[in-house]
């Protein structure tokens, strides 16, 4: 449930700032879009430049902006946390963040331009250690942690490994280190598929599962240790490999398990509500949840079988679990931020949750968003459907960029037309 004090206006960051990173997310996720018509079934191949451009359009520029903007919501809901200067935050991240982010892009295509690369490797660098410093020391001074608040601390010191190690991976590429390339690089992937994308869905989702659902908690053992299993297994995992002894195959074979495990039981939590109707976000967390269980199975597959295809096909099932949270949370918290801040200011006829975004509307995104997981599947055996992928992604995020759009300008206009009874409460 909701912080015990409650989420009051004083504590919840301004309306734009959870906006603009939605907003920056979607922008890149066209951007992914177009970047698959233009490379084709070449992005399948993880040697080529296409392969590292799409991956990080996906990881940075819609993953990190979606999740940023979802932390500065989260973090005074599930922990209770006031970030200070919300909008002071947001603008030393968001700026030098999107700039990094086109910089490593285009430095990567252009054959890895090491000058493109320092200036992401500064930018990236200083705004992602800024915002992971500024609340991780937030949350470690929480009195009383939820399972969701310790577990989200645990994926924010994850994050910042996932960047120590992105930055010593560009340093070797640019000539400058001594670390094998090799374990950066599976380092790299496990903090960062395992250690903060998976684990800030598995922490968040101890706490907005029973409270948009309505459905048993987690158990104990699982939301209190579960984080803290997946962090140390994989921290285990580097060190070893740092000394010497390989132990990455028996590691990753552990997180899949867990992780299967912990998609069985959500997906099995989801049939337990206490509230029968499913609107599009229940039905985002049952195809993340499933694509988590094949993805996991495509990449313990990949221990037995040498197959690109069974490579790609783990890689675009764990995409699809990590959007479809995304979109399962999108929908969830823009529709309630709108009508909470105009609520909150007086205003007597603020717009309802399903005025800001029609249920219709997300249903039709669930749909192309499960027509675009197919044709990527299908592209792997007809490559033509490669390009009609590309096209459903920008169709996709287009929509989802429209919804940020139509929610601001929607907030706009009721401050503009409509009566506010002043409660003694600021704007």
Known sequence: MFNQNGLSLDQAPPFGVVLRFFLSGGVFGVLAGVFIMLFGVDIFDASTHQALIVTHSFTLGVMLSFMFGALFQMLPVIAGVKLLEPVKKANLLQYPFVVGTISLLVGFYDSYNHTLLGIALVLLGGSISY?????????LRVQNHSASSKGMSVSLIALGML???????????????????????????????FGWIALLIISI???????????????????????????GVIVLSFVL??????????????LALILIAYAGLTLYR?????????????????VGMSSLILSMLFFML????????????????????????????????????????????????????????HPKSAMKHLYIHIASLVTFVLSLGFGGFIYLAGVLLVVSFGLLTYQVIHAHKLYIHTQQTQERFDMGMGG
């Open 270 to 286: 989801l049939t337990q509500r206490k509230r029968p109707i499913a609107d599009a976000t229940v039905w985002f967390w049952r």
């Open 302 to 357: 990949t221990h037995f079988i040498i197959s690109t295809t069974i490579d790609a096909l783990s890689y675009i099932t764990f995409a699809s679990f990590a959007l479809s949270i995304v979109f399962a949370m999108f929908y969830k918290i823009v529709p309630f931020l709108t009508w909470f801040h105009l609520n909150s200011q007086g205003y007597l006829m603020a717009p309802m949750m399903h005025e800001v975004i």
């Open 131 to 139: 915002i992971v410093y500024v609340m991780l020391s937030n949350l």
């Open 241 to 254: 490999q740092v000394v010497g002894v390989s132990v990455w195959g028996f590691v990753s074979f552990v």
């Open 163 to 193: 960047l120590l190690m992105a930055l010593l991976m560009v340093l070797e590429i640019m000539g400058i280190g001594s670390i094998d390339y090799s374990v950066l690089k599976s380092t790299h992937f496990s903090f960062g598929l």
């Open 205 to 231: 989702s101890f706490q907005v599962i029973e409270m948009f659902y309505v459905t048993p908690p987690y158990p104990l053992l699982v939301s209190k240790y579960l984080p803290f299993v997946i962090f």
